[in-house]
């Protein structure tokens, strides 16, 4: 295991909130990426991921940013580096938690039946695995 996440495993039970309306998760790929303000690496993922959720979003990605910190921690950072995808911070019942999400910036992609099929690192995410996981 890797952080706590297992490959084959559902996507936990949580209450992210999401800092916006929520992206439609129901028949999508998901790429949920944890994340922290004062994570150095994390805030050079953002751009990676505002380019892939620009290019993959009409294909059925839906990219999720989920930090711990608080809402008001996440909010004006979110001002000075946006995310065009979707951030959420966590509710009672926590993904991290769940996950066991120890080291950050950490990716995971949960397919359209709500599997976790593949985690690691947000650089290490290509266009490649991208369409595989979005082919039916």
């Known amino acids: 295991m890797f952080n706590g996440v297992t490959v084959g495993d559902p996507l936990p039970k949580n209450n992210i909130v999401f800092l916006s309306a929520p992206p439609p998760t129901t028949n999508n790929v998901q790429l949920i990426d944890f994340?922290?303000?004062?994570?150095?690496?994390?805030?050079?993922?953002?751009?990676?991921?505002?380019?892939?959720h620009h290019k993959y979003s009409p294909k059925g990605l839906v990219v999720i940013g989920v930090s711990e910190e608080p809402r008001e921690?996440?909010?004006?950072?979110?001002?000075?580096?946006?995310?065009h995808y979707s951030s959420a911070v966590e509710g009672t019942a926590s993904l991290h938690k769940a996950l066991r999400i120890r080291a950050l910036p950490y990716a995971i992609?949960?397919?359209?039946?709500?599997?976790i099929v593949w985690r690691g690192q947000p650089s290490e995410i290509t266009g490649e695995l991208i369409e595989s996981l979005l082919t039916p």
């Open 35 to 52: 994340w922290a303000t004062t994570c150095a690496p994390c805030r050079t993922s953002i751009p990676k991921l505002n380019a892939l």
């Open 73 to 83: 921690a996440v909010v004006p950072f979110l001002e000075k580096v946006p995310m």
């Open 109 to 115: 992609f949960v397919n359209r039946s709500g599997t």
